[in-house]
T-cell receptor, first 114, second 115 residues
Framework: AQSVTQLDSQVPVFEEAPVELRCNYS??????LFWYVQYPNQGLQLLLK??????LVESINGFEAEFNKSQTSFHLRKPSVHISDTAEYFC????????????FGAGTRLFVKA | EAGVVQSPRYKIIEKKQPVAFWCNPISGHNTLYWYLQNLGQGPELLIR????????DSQLPKDRFSAERLKGVDSTLKIQPAELGDSAVYLC???FGSGGTDTQYFGPGTRLTVL
């Protein structure tokens, strides 16, 4: 059965520090991987996604994630966070089980402190 | 371009009462999703439509939940009767296609409180 595990429910970090939000998944077939972000009082929106090709994908606001097939991970990183990065981050996995289904992790709340 | 619209944003009802949520997806998006999000959890799929056809409703509790997407555009999700455990945020999302590579666009959600 497919599952997505976000290992940290909350990550507090100081502004300008690096951060890594961890995501592991279980699947027996090829998958597509996503990170969605939910800013306070807003809906979820796509941050970045891995479909194929280079295992390192980047977002426009400095986040990056690397697909590691052997470790079934898709960790999200940013070398220097801003206050405005405070949000909840959801890792999601889509696999073909006779029709695609997307499974979301429980989310990681990133709190950036001044 | 307008995003996914949901109404109401908040709803408080007594248990055993009916409730309905409405969603208008992004224009041109063929696939529409209803998700349930409990506090501290990620979204869980209730039902997925491709145009007006429900192609995945395996997680929809059909004894009390129903949904429709007439004409393949906007959609309504209904609960009758509501139970205390139904208190959650109900999210609607849409995507252009139905493949696993498609980005889903989410509405702001409806927060339901059942008393």
């Amino acid at each position: 059965a497919q599952s997505v595990t976000q290992l940290d429910s909350q990550v507090p970090v100081f502004e300008e520090a690096p951060v890594e939000l961890r995501c592991n998944y279980s699947s027996s077939v090829s998958v597509y991987l996503f990170w969605y972000v939910q800013y306070p009082n807003q809906g979820l929106q796509l941050l970045l996604k891995y479909l194929s090709g280079s295992t390192l994908v980047e977002s426009i606001n400095g986040f990056e994630a690397e697909f590691n097939k052997s470790q079934t991970s898709f960790h999200l990183r940013k070398p220097s966070v801003h206050i405005s990065d405070t949000a909840e981050y959801f890792c999601a996995v889509s696999e073909n089980t006779g029709g695609f289904k997307t499974i979301f992790g429980a989310g990681t709340r990133l709190f950036v402190k001044a | 371009e307008a995003g996914v619209v949901q109404s109401p944003r908040y709803k408080i009802i007594e248990k055993k009462q009916p409730v309905a949520f409405w969603c208008n997806p992004i224009s041109g998006h063929n696939t529409l999703y209803w998700y349930l999000q409990n506090l501290g959890q990620g979204p869980e799929l209730l039902i997925r439509y491709e145009n007006e056809e429900a192609v995945d409703d395996s997680q929809l509790p059909k004894d009390r939940f129903s949904a429709e997407r007439l004409k393949g555009v906007d959609s309504t999700l209904k609960i009758q009767p509501a139970e205390l455990g139904d208190s959650a945020v109900y999210l609607c999302a849409s995507s252009f296609g139905s493949g696993g590579t498609d980005t889903q666009y989410f509405g702001p959600g409806t927060r339901l409180t059942v008393l």
